[in-house]
């Protein structure tokens, strides 16, 4: 009766183990707490009679009730506890970073696409009526307005001879050039009512005509493109040069607002593949009007194939105007006008070329002369824009420029800003100097 009682503690003792270790399992593995009890060992030490394994039997069957019952109390409120927390700021902190990206993005999209879906309503250019008349007021300001200095010499009483030197040293210090200020100092002496008038006003007023002779009140300075067009004509092309320096680039860009001022569709040819920014220069200023930059993938490229390309676009988009920007400097003064050559007859294969601008910066003077007749000789110039002619520029160049090179003045600059770019008023520019 011993033997048989041990037997049955050392089952129960079994079962009691048993049942432990898979509560212990089944709580780490997540599984149910209402698992199938384990069953009893299947091996015993020794045969036992039916009544032994009965009672074994029973006393295991509750054992394992008993332990299901106490895993399932300790296993269910555990679970809810760890898997509660542990699902809900998973789903937190997976919705947190889907919509913080989205919050983020959305002001930061919408300011970059501003820019492109309306490039023309936010930089709508000022009209080329009423530029000129504020821009007068810059020049009537330049550091050099020579006719003030013409006047108060000229309503001095008895003039001496001194006094008509002090006119032309004042001419040529202001860049009219030495033909132009001989002609006019002649011509001043020989007028009796200069010499004879002591009204101020009056002495103005002479002077402000000969001025105006000189700076040519007659010449057509319209650009092709502004003028009317018979149907069918295509797009005006205007092919910019100049020496590197002179705000070529920037003037085409301003030039392109300024007919989109008009109501004029432009397309721009960026030529200049030499300097590797000019391009850029040129989408940027054409990005803020709406207007389209033919440009080659690479730097360096042929400028001839992008001026060919962009004749090609202008022509396909029925634009108004097509201007192409070209290269300032090449390797030699030679290679630069044989490219320049190029760009013109490889454009006239698809459109005519009817307008060539010579953009030359004020500022230089004289010094800037040799070069202007140099492009003239070579590629046929049609005009002249005059950059930088506030500040320290000396207006008389206006006049010496026209005399050397046979064309007119047809635009200045007269400022940094996007609109400081007018057609050119003999009138305006004549009073901004007289002050």
């Known amino acids: 009766m011993d033997q048989m009682t041990l037997w049955i503690i050392l089952g129960v003792v079994a079962v009691v183990i048993i049942a432990a270790v898979v509560a212990v399992v089944m709580k780490k593995k997540g599984a149910p707490a209402e698992a199938p009890a384990p069953a009893v060992p299947a091996v015993q030490p020794e045969p036992t009679p039916a009544a032994r394994a009965e009672s074994a039997a029973t006393a295991e069957k509750k054992a394992a009730d008993e332990s299901a019952a106490e895993a399932r109390e300790e296993s269910e409120p555990e679970t809810e506890e760890s898997e509660a927390p542990a699902t ?96 006019l100092v ?72 300024l007919f989109v001022a008009e109501d004029k569709k432009v397309v721009m040819g960026a030529a200049d593949t030499f300097r590797a920014a000019a391009a850029d220069q040129l989408e940027t200023w054409g990005s803020r009007v709406g207007v389209p930059v033919v440009r080659s993938d690479k730097d360096g490229a042929d400028p001839a194939s992008v001026a060919f390309e962009a004749a090609k676009v202008a022509k396909e988009q029925n634009a108004d105007v097509l201007i192409i920007d070209t ?22 294969k698809t459109l005519p070329v009817e307008e060539v601008l010579l953009v030359l910066d004020a500022t230089t003077g004289q010094n800037g002369m040799t070069q202007a007749k140099v492009f003239a000789e070579v590629i046929g110039i049609t005009g002249i824009v005059l950059t930088k002619l506030d500040g320290s520029a000396k207006g008389g160049i206006v006049i010496s420029v026209q005399k050397a090179l046979g064309v007119p003045v047809k635009l200045v600059g007269l400022g940094e800003g996007p609109d400081d770019l007018a057609p050119f008023d003999p009138e305006g520019f004549v009073d901004g100097i007289l002050g």
């Open 327 to 348: 290269a300032g400097r090449l390797q030699n003064k030679s290679n630069l006008m044989d490219e320049l050559g190029k760009i013109r007859r490889v454009t006239e």
């Open 186 to 257: 002649d011509e001043l002496r020989k007028d009796a009512r200069i010499t004879g008038e002591k009204d101020p006003e009056a002495v103005r007023a002479m002077l402000r005509e000969k001025l105006l002779d000189l700076v040519g009140r007659d010449m057509d300075r319209s650009l092709v493109a502004s003028r009317p067009r018979p149907t069918g004509a295509g797009p005006s092309v205007i092919i910019m040069v100049g020496v590197n320096g002179t705000g070529k680039t920037t003037t085409a860009g301003k030039l392109a607002r």
């Open 88 to 183: 809900k700021p998973a789903a937190v902190e997976k919705a947190e970073p889907e919509l913080e990206p989205e919050s983020e993005a959305a002001p930061q999209s919408e300011p970059a696409a501003a820019p492109e879906s309306k490039p023309a309503p936010v930089a709508k250019p000022e009209p080329a009526a009423s530029r000129f008349e504020r821009l007068k007021a810059r020049l009537a300001k330049s550091a050099n307005p020579f006719g003030k200095a013409l006047f108060s010499i000229l309503t001095q009483d008895n003039l001496s001879e001194s006094d008509w030197e002090d006119v032309e040293d004042t001419l040529l210090l202001a860049d009219v050039g030495a033909e132009a200020s001989e002609q």
